[in-house]
């Protein structure tokens, strides 16, 4: 592993996230992970080992590939340079953050709601969801983009900056991995009950602490923004474990106490109606409109860089205990 040294490498990472995004000419890591993931199924899936011990030797060869690219990669690096190790470090963990993406991908949804109407919002919300879209109605579109935006600030902002803090870009891409196969294997379905079965755990397990952590980030952002935290903390220790993953009840708790609207309840996957129970129910008779997404992208944004600022303290302590 290779901690972070110089304290400006987060936030100069966090700062291309914001101003770039993940723009389309580069070649993402995450597009090659996915691809090595397609790749390699199959061939796990014909070891003569139960469907559960294959998908997770996949899982373990899939992380530890990865972990190990990127760090022969930063040795390669610091061999040639030190400011070229610096550099590399600050892309690969940009790579690994996704505040911009997920804020144009969820403001999407509202924008076509407004100028298209409900289809052409279904439709962008499909493509940041894994539930059924074609039924849902205006309500259930916005409320799934701003779901969306409370997981993944987890996913996408938070995990990141906290392996990073604590391992440097190496162990930023291989949670990036662990985050990428969840996506992919990680259903509750006939073809990955099992196979993804581990994949889908070890995932929990690395999100567990960002996770509850976000319910700080979230109340200190919002606290910027309106001046109420309490609620956010009340409602993320009551409601948290309202959700069938143990991570994902925690940042929609405190978003839904935020915004004052209710999340959770029935939801259809795959054809199947799983019913999930809701989050913060007290608000359920607040509707959701088009702006709810907005202030749910504007919550998410300031709660990134109050997780930011926790990164970098955390990378300053690893680097004293080293």
């Not at 903390?233 to 004052?260: C, K, Q, V």
């Amino acid at each position: 592993m290779f901690p972070i040294s110089e304290w400006y490498i987060l936030p100069a990472a966090f700062l291309l996230d914001l101003l770039l995004g993940d723009p389309a000419f580069i070649p993402h890591p995450i597009c090659w992970m996915g691809n090595l993931i397609s790749k390699a199924e199959e061939p796990f899936r014909r070891l003569k080992v139960p469907t559960v011990v294959a998908g997770g030797l996949f899982a373990g060869v899939m992380v530890l590939v990865v972990c190990a690219i990127a760090t022969a990669v930063m040795a390669l690096a610091s061999l040639l340079h030190a400011d070229l190790a610096r550099v590399v470090e600050i892309l690969m963990i940009w790579f690994a953050i996704s505040t911009r993406s997920l804020k144009e991908a969820a403001l999407a949804v509202a924008d076509a709601l407004r100028l298209g109407g409900l289809e052409a919002a279904r439709q962008k919300v499909g493509m940041i969801v894994g539930r059924d879209t074609s039924e849902l109605d205006e309500q259930g579109v916005l409320k799934a983009a701003v779901e969306t935006v409370a997981e993944n600030l987890v996913d996408g902002v938070i995990s990141p900056l906290f392996f990073a803090a604590i391992g440097g870009a190496p162990l930023a891409m291989a949670y990036k991995m662990i985050n990428t196969l969840d996506s992919m294997v990680g259903y509750r379905n006939e073809k990955y009950i099992d196979f993804g079965k581990v994949s889908a755990r070890v995932d929990d397990v690395a999100n567990f602490i960002p996770a509850r952590l976000s319910v700080f980030c979230v109340a200190v952002a919002n606290y910027g923004i309106s001046r109420r935290w309490k609620e956010i903390l009340t409602a993320a220790w009551r409601d948290g474990r309202n959700h069938l993953s143990p991570n994902a009840g925690f940042p929609e708790a405190s978003f839904a106490a935020a915004l004052e609207v209710t999340m959770g309840g029935p939801s259809v996957y795959f054809g199947k109606v799983v019913d999930k129970p809701y989050i913060c129910e007290e608000h359920k008779d607040n509707p959701y409109v088009a702006f709810t997404v907005d202030k749910a992208c504007r919550l998410m944004v300031w709660s990134a860089a109050v997780s930011l600022f926790g990164a970098m303290t955390l990378a300053h302590l690893m680097n004293m205990v080293a």
